[in-house]
Structure formats: structure tokens, C-alpha cells
């Protein structure tokens, strides 16, 4: 991939977006969200590409980070995996580009186990507890940090 591209990934149990709990994740599905952040990356970045992965799986993020490794930067949404994954933080860490985590929901006002997040010090900026928005902001701050590089 070119150096303008952009990685939205999502991990576990992200796909099912819509139909889990809408007052900790909001009503909208995964791809409505997507499809917001295509619209707003086509206005912003009208030059670039983003691409959109998600896995419920360890591995196959790892896999994609590592495969994709010279995109930009990325907006990651690790679900659980935030918690306890050092071989996700890992990746993340390996990665060269400008780095986003998101939390739909404000991972520091729930069960104490969530306020744990192991992939946080792997990235540069976390956005989180504003639904949607938390990925609106993540890549309006990433094409913000990239103009600002150039
Ligand atoms: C989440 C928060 C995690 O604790 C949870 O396991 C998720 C979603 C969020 O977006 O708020 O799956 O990452």
C-alpha cells in the first residue's frame, strides 16, 4: 500500500455492532460506521485510500498490521483484545505509521477488568466514550498528524 493510506481495523466481536448493548456502543452497525468514515476520508483526504478490517481473531489482526506495515497510519478498535493482548501491543509498537486507538464506550467507567488496557502505551492518541464519534475523531486527528508531517 502507498504511503497515504489509512487502516481501520476492528477486533472481536466488533461485527455484531448494532445489536449489542446500544447504551455502551450506540445503534449503529459496523458498516454504517465505516461507511461514515468513508465519507468524511473521501472529503478530507480526497488523494488517499482507507481500507476497512475486522477479525474476531488474535492472529489475523497481527497478520494484517504486520502485512500492511507501510499504510500511514491505522485506527484500531481492539474490542477485548485491548485488555490483555501484549502480542497485539506488540504489533502495534512494530508498526511505523501513526497509530489510533478507539473505544466506542469510556472504558474507564466500567468494570474495573476494562480499565486495564494493555494496547494504549502502543499508540499514540486513544479516543473513547463518544461512540461513533471516537472514530471520527481518530481520523480527523491521523490526517491531521499526516498533513502536519509532510
Ligand atoms: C470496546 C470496549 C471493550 O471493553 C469491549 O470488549 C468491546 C468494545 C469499545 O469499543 O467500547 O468489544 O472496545
Known amino acids: 500500500m502507498t ?3 489509512i487502516l481501520v481495523i ?4 466488533l461485527n455484531l455492532l448494532g445489536a449489542r448493548d446500544p447504551n ?4 449503529k452497525t459496523l458498516d454504517e460506521i465505516n461507511q461514515i468514515l468513508q465519507n468524511e476520508f473521501n ?5 488517499g485510500k482507507i481500507y476497512f ?4 481473531h488474535e492472529g489475523a489482526i497481527i497478520d494484517f ?3 500492511e506495515r507501510t499504510a500511514s497510519g491505522l485506527i484500531i478498535n481492539p474490542g477485548a483484545l485491548t485488555h490483555y493482548s501484549y502480542a497485539l501491543a506488540d504489533a502495534l509498537r512494530d508498526f511505523p505509521g501513526k ?3 478507539v473505544h466506542l464506550s469510556n472504558i474507564l467507567e466500567r468494570e474495573t477488568w476494562r480499565a ?3 494496547t494504549r502505551d502502543a499508540c499514540d492518541q486513544v479516543f473513547m466514550g463518544k461512540r461513533e464519534d471516537s472514530y471520527r475523531e481518530a481520523l480527523a486527528w491521523i490526517l491531521g498528524q499526516l498533513k502536519a508531517s509532510i
Do not use: D, R
Open 65 to 67: 498490521i504486520q502485512q
Open 3 to 5: 504511503t497515504s493510506t
Open 43 to 47: 472529503t478530507l483526504s480526497p488523494s
Open 10 to 13: 476492528n477486533g472481536p466481536n
Open 99 to 101: 497509530k489510533a486507538e
Open 53 to 56: 478490517f475486522q477479525s474476531n
Open 24 to 27: 455502551q456502543y450506540g445503534a
Open 116 to 118: 486495564v488496557f494493555v
